[in-house]
């Protein structure tokens, strides 16, 4: 049986690396590292008290009901980009978007919208539970994932900054652990994004630095190459995060790394960060080529979120 983690005493979180039971299907985390922060979806619905359903920015349609996930009015936005889906916990139909079944969560997708351009309906989660690295306390923040195997489909896993202390939001600093934007061409079913967001002072050069990259990760586009698909299969993808670095993880395996600081493009200091898992269609970094509906609805499948930390 499993157990939602994320309701446990930290007393017995910082347990559970070394009782390893044999319930819990393990992952790749570091030496080191004590478990601080996971869900493992065990339930029959999405536990509200850990997750928003929507960005933290403003816009958007009628208000989320929990105040936790708003402030002045913000904190409802259904979409970012040019994406053709929006994030809702209902469709158009009355089916739950957010599916807790068998110690998995399952972001759906349905086609239910009448707009010509967002025809699609689809979710979202976003952590009320926030985190942010020191110079002597990183992280590890790891997801066993299930991605859809759909031309058109963009599921994400990322780190966002919240909101600063007067309730505004900025952008950058943004960590995206994976954008699995998939369109069949230049984005395939092998590829994963991997890759911070460099627009100001999280490098000392206004540039990306990378310090490591295996054989299978391209610096041009910052895509990591596994050798055969990763879609339609569980996949593990995680993220080291300390002050002045990030290295980004799949199944246990180094990817890339590269010197990044947590700061607002002056500089400042950014609000921590929540985590987000998305499943976006279409637009024109995944819909490029068009969208495979025969294969909608799907799912972006989640088993566990969990977050370690060290110092």
Sequence with gaps: MRVRLSLLPMALLALL????????????????YTLVYADEFSG???DRGAWCTRYIYGGGPTAQSDPACTRNGDGNLDFLNDE????????RQGQQMHVVANGVLS?????????????????????KRLFRPTATTSYYITARVRMPD??????????????????STTWPPEIDIFDGAYNGRDDRAEMLHQAAIVQG????????????SAPEYDRTWNNYHAASSLRGKWVEVAVEWTGSNVCYFVDGYKTA???????????????????LLNLAIGGNWAGRYGIDDSKIPTTFDIDFVRVYQKG
């Design 44 to 46: 029959t619905a999405l």
């Design 107 to 127: 972001l759906r997708a349905t086609k239910t919208r009448n707009d010509s351009y967002a025809s699609y309906e689809s979710a979202m989660i976003r952590s």
């Design 150 to 167: 759909v031309v058109g489909s963009w599921p994400a896993f990322w780190l966002n900054s919240d909101r600063r202390a007067d309730g």
């Design 17 to 32: 690396p070394l009782l390893a039971p044999s319930c819990q299907v393990k992952d790749a985390h570091p030496s080191g």
């Design 257 to 275: 790394c590269e010197n990044y600081r947590w700061v607002e493009n002056g500089g400042t200091a950014a609000a921590p960060a929540h985590i």
């Design 84 to 91: 053709q889906q929006r994030y809702v916990d209902t469709n």
């Design 201 to 212: 002072a999280q490098t000392s050069s206004g540039s990306r630095q990378y310090t490591f």
